[in-house]
């Protein structure tokens, strides 16, 4: 599967009832550091059949990375049954965010 | 067996790929993070010859598709250990062990942290690193940057058009810059300046609220703060490496300009080595030069 984009529009559907894990990648395109950390996002979301991965830019979806606090980019969440259970900050290498998505 | 193996796809690692491959030699590089390093979180670079303006990303792209193009091989696995087997090389990965005639470190430096110790817990809870990746969360809101260098500067400038009000707390009463950006911040009314002064608490609940600022002369102020940018410089990465190379007390890599280090077949590029000067010419120019000697060193073996 492909990176999906989310908006405030489809949060809900694409992550809060999402059936599998959902890990929902943060960004802008002025943060060069986001801008790396795409390709390592769209190879996990080809090979991870476990997770469905997400893309939020901040600039457009204000409310989304507020109300999840988010204020420093990049910045992974994972949500599981629509909760938040883990969370990353910065450019990270893959390994690190494959043992934050988990088994 | 790889003639040369790089440690680190920074601007450094990168120029050294490019010229090992254009003398023929197989190469592979490793790399922990992305390519690019640290300059991938600039906006713009304006120092760097030839061109005006260019933003660290497309800096680090052009340069890494440059060194695809010549043949280089990148994988992506961080590197944990060298061992020295005389005329071979072995370099372990997280993941791998690869064998090879010479090796090139060119890891660079990680931001350095204020060392306090609720820091780390408040990372994307009001402590940034970057201010180009977080600025624009602290929108007509109040910030402090710490530190005295060109980073710390920019950092303050760049803040400047986006927050209300904007703290920079420095050690020292004299900067450690270039003047223009100097004079450029000077002009600008929303920034207060605080000299001789060391950033010693974060108060938080949630999020960063306050830092307890604490001057040379022993008094000490409380400021309300939404963010605090840390840019007090820069650390190299070089422990994993120490049994092999000589490092100095501060863990840069005892090497010349010839790029050789302590150990025969070990060469060492850019930033993780002692030098006056750290940006991406000197990086650059240390790619060169760390990769020329690395060629003549296996060419002589
Ligand atoms: C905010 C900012 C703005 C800057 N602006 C400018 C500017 O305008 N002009 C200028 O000339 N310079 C600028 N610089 C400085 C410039 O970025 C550095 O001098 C340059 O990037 C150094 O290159 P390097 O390859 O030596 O190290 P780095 O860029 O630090 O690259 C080192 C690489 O090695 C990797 N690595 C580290 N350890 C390991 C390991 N164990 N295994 C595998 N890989 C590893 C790292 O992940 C990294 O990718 C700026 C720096 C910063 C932080």
């Given amino acids: 599967m492909s990176v999906i984009e989310v908006t405030k529009d489809n949060f809900e559907t694409e992550v809060l009832k999402s059936d599998k894990k959902v890990l929902a990648d943060f960004n802008a395109d002025w943060c060069g550091p986001c801008k790396m950390l795409r390709p390592i996002i769209d190879e996990l979301a080809e090979e991870k059949d476990n997770v469905k991965i997400v893309s939020i830019n901040i600039d457009n979806e204000d409310e989304l990375a507020e109300k999840y606090n988010v204020s420093s980019i990049p910045c992974l969440v994972l949500f599981e049954n629509g909760e938040e259970s883990r969370r990353s900050i910065g450019l990270i290498p893959k390994e690190e965010i494959e043992n934050i998505i988990g088994e | ?301």
């Fill in chain 2, 1 to 301: 067996m790889y003639d040369i193996i790089i440690v680190g796809a920074g601007p450094a690692g990168l120029t050294a790929a490019i010229y090992a491959r254009r003398a023929q030699k197989s190469v592979l590089v490793l790399e922990a993070k992305s390519y690019g390093g640290q300059i991938i979180n600039t906006l713009d670079i304006e120092n760097y010859p030839v061109e005006e303006h260019i933003s660290g990303f497309d800096f680090a792209t052009k340069l890494y598709k440059q060194t695809k193009a010549l043949g280089a091989e990148i994988v992506f696995e961080k590197v944990v250990d060298i061992n020295d087997l005389g005329n071979t090389k072995e370099v372990v990965t997280t993941k791998n062990k690869y064998s090879c005639k010479a090796v090139i470190i060119a890891t660079g430096s990680e931001d350095r942290k204020l060392g306090l110790s609720n820091e780390d817990e408040l990372v994307g809870k009001g402590i940034s690193y970057c201010a180009t990746c977080d600025g624009a969360f602290y929108k007509g809101k109040t910030v402090a940057v710490v530190g005295g260098g060109n980073t710390a500067l920019e950092d303050a400038l760049y803040l400047s058009d986006i927050a209300s009000k904007v703290y920079l707390i420095h050690r020292r009463d004299e900067f450690r810059a270039e003047e223009t950006t100097v004079e450029q911040l000077k002009k600008k009314e929303n920034v207060e300046f605080i000299y001789n002064s060391t950033v010693t608490k974060l108060n938080a609940s949630e999020r960063l609220e306050s830092i307890e600022v604490t001057n040379k002369d022993g008094s000490v102020r409380t400021i309300e703060v939404n963010g605090l940018f840390v840019a007090v410089g820069r650390i190299p990465e070089n422990q994993n490496f120490a049994k092999l190379i000589e490092l100095d007390n501060a863990g840069y890599v005892k090497a010349g300009e010839d790029c050789k280090t302590t150990c025969k077949g070990i060469f060492t590029a850019g930033d993780n080595r002692i030098k006056e000067v750290r940006q991406l010419v000197t990086a650059t120019g240390d790619g060169a030069v760390a990769a020329t000697n690395a060629v003549k060193y296996i060419n002589n073996l």
